[in-house]
């Protein structure tokens, strides 16, 4: 995994959407935090309808580490996005619907705002335009919020189901 300053990875996101072969020369850059966030939503998604699923269950299907798992799963609960029960058979379940949660609700949370804007208007140089590239910030932020919110977790898990089953079947002697 390449690594670029303050603990960003380059991740393929667009290939969650896309698939690999489409998006392999896409890159969106996100913290490892929030990949790990998505990739703990998705496992709750898939897992939905069979009741808590702990901690363990989550870092080992997905391969996030334990201390980073926890944290995020707080976070969720805190959104209102994971609800956690105790006990023997406890664990975590997501607080909604699977379909209700969108990507770019996780991003948001674990990321802030889709795009990091540059100078505003008032902080244009001398001889520079203000707000030249404002508009190209707002429509790159309307464009990514069109993706990311139109993709709920139902729909990844229902695609990420399709591709497990198609993979399950496609071997070659």
């Known amino acids: 995994m390449e690594l670029f300053p303050g603990g960003f990875s380059k991740h ?7 698939g690999r ?19 703990a939503t998705l496992e709750l998604s898939l897992r939905h309808r069979n009741g808590p699923v702990t901690i ?5 299907a997905q391969r996030i580490p334990v201390r980073f798992l926890e944290a995020i799963l707080r976070q969720l609960k805190q959104a ?12 975590y379940t997501l607080a909604r619907p699977p379909h209700e949660i969108t990507m770019g609700m996780i991003i948001r949370l674990f990321e802030g705002p889709l795009v990091a804007f540059g100078k505003t208007d008032g902080d244009a ?4 335009t203000p707000g030249v590239f404002d508009t190209v910030w707002k429509n790159a932020e309307a464009a990514l919020a ?4 139109a993709t709920d977790f139902g729909a990844l898990a229902d695609r990420e189901l399709n591709r497990a089953e198609i993979a399950a079947t496609n071997f070659t002697i």
Do not use: H, T
């Not at 363990?56 to 080992?60: N, T």
């Open 56 to 60: 363990g269950q989550i870092a080992e």
């Open 146 to 149: 069109a993706v990311y919110d």
């Open 21 to 39: 072969e489409q998006a392999e020369n896409f890159y969106v850059m996100i913290s490892n935090r929030c990949l790990y966030a998505l990739k």
């Open 125 to 128: 140089a001398d001889g520079e």
């Open 80 to 91: 209102g996005l994971a609800a956690s029960q105790r006990g023997k058979e406890g664990g």
């Open 12 to 18: 393929c996101l667009p290939a969650l959407l896309v």
